[in-house]
């Protein structure tokens, strides 16, 4: 994928004010702090696109980011930061509910998990939701730079076998570092924004 325009067009609350026009939908989720605004900015040739390490507790928006003008990025605001609110979680619940449940331009969605880590009960709970809802999911497993190669293999097991992740969704092992995975990730998003 060649990146010739990426820019952010609407920071969202609520259904009216989702872009307007058909254009395909790939979302981003994964809990705070995994890496998915250096995923973004790396998949997008950027420095500083998506904030990295923005502080949990800001308001919490669905950003869309308009790329090539065909196709949008929507970065999903991080899950599993322990000192948010019970209002502000169900806030959050209810804003992706709506989101992923009532967008037909959402073509597929982006789980952002730590290779490092065992995947956690909000990351297999955001998986079950996703499968649940039969929306095509991609796993980026990153932080690659952070585990030896010799162990990626038993790394990706336990990814793999954690969230149960079903026939046809795709794991991909990935480093914002040193861009390890970027082109596998594009060629499965691609298949999704054009397929
Ligand atoms: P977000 O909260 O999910 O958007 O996470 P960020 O993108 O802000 O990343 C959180 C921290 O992890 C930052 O300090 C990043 O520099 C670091 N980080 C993110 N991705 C990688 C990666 O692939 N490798 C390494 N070594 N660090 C990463």
Redesign the pocket.
């Known amino acids: 994928m060649k990146v010739k325009s990426a820019e952010i067009v609407i920071s969202a609350v609520k259904k009216a004010q989702y872009p307007e026009g058909d254009l395909p939908e790939i979302a981003l989720a ?10 973004i ?1 790396k998949m997008l040739n950027r420095k500083n696109l ?5 502080k949990p507790g800001k308001t919490q928006t669905l950003n869309f980011y308009l790329i090539n003008e065909e196709f949008y990025f929507v970065d999903v605001p ?1 899950y599993g930061y322990a000192k948010v609110s019970k209002k502000e979680r169900e806030k959050w619940g209810q804003m992706i509910e709506t989101y992923f449940t009532e967008r037909p331009q959402l073509k597929c969605v982006v789980s ?1 998990v730590d290779v490092r880590h065992k995947p956690t009960a909000d990351d297999i709970m955001m998986y079950d939701f996703l499968k649940y809802y039969k929306i095509p999911t991609i796993i980026i497993a ?5 585990v030896p190669k010799g162990k990626w293999q038993k790394h990706l097991k336990i990814v793999k076998d954690t969230l149960n992740i079903e026939k046809g969704d795709h794991l991909i092992l ?5 861009g390890q995975g970027k082109e596998e990730a594009w060629n499965v998003i691609s298949q999704y924004v054009y397929g």
Do not use: H, W, Y
Not at 50 to 54: K, P, Q, V
Not at 142 to 146: E, G, I, L, R
């Open positions: 994964g809990r705070s702090n995994v890496g998915k605004s250096s995923f900015n998506a904030r990295t390490s923005s991080g952002i990153t932080k690659a730079d952070k990935f480093s914002s570092e040193t």
